[in-house]
C-alpha cells in the first residue's frame, strides 16, 4: 500500500514562498508521474502541476505557470513544488497525487495524499 504524506505548508505574506515535499512510501515511486492539486474553501479540486517519472516532463496550470516549479527525487521518493511570488488567491489545501503510469499528461490517479494547508496573506 502506497502512502503519500505532504509537508512544508503553513502562512506566508503575499510574495512570499514556500516548498511544498510529498513523500510517498513503496516501490512504485520512480515509475509513476506526480502530480499537485489544491482546493480552496467552497471550491472545487484544481490541477496545479504534473511531472513525469522520470521528471524530464513538467507541465502546470495557466494560474500558476512561472511561479511554481515542480520537481522530484527518486532517491528519495519524494516529489517537491516550489511556490513563489505567493498571492492571497493560492491559498488552500494542497494534495499530491500518485499517476497510475509514467506518463504526466495521462489524468489517471491511485493515491491522493492527506493534504497541506497553505494560507497567504494579503
Known amino acids: 500500500q502506497v502512502r503519500l504524506v505532504e509537508s512544508g505548508g503553513g502562512l506566508v505574506q503575499a510574495g512570499g514562498s514556500l516548498r511544498l515535499s510529498c513523500a510517498a512510501s513503496g516501490p512504485t515511486f520512480s515509475s509513476a508521474a506526480m502530480f499537485w492539486f489544491r482546493q480552496a474553501p467552497g471550491k472545487e479540486r484544481e490541477f496545479v502541476a504534473a511531472i513525469s517519472a522520470s521528471g524530464g516532463t513538467t507541465y502546470y496550470a495557466d494560474s500558476v505557470k512561472g511561479r511554481f516549479t515542480i520537481s522530484r527525487d527518486n532517491a528519495k521518493n519524494t516529489v517537491y513544488l516550489q511556490m513563489d ?20 499528461y495521462a489524468r489517471s490517479y491511485a493515491y491522493w495524499g492527506q493534504g497541506t494547508q497553505v494560507t497567504v496573506s494579503s
Not at 511570488?85 to 491559498?91: A, G, H, S, V
Not at 488552500?92 to 509514467?102: E, K, L, N, P
Open 85 to 104: 511570488i505567493l498571492k492571497p488567491e493560492d491559498t488552500a489545501v494542497y494534495y499530491c497525487a500518485q499517476g497510475m503510469s509514467r506518463n504526466a
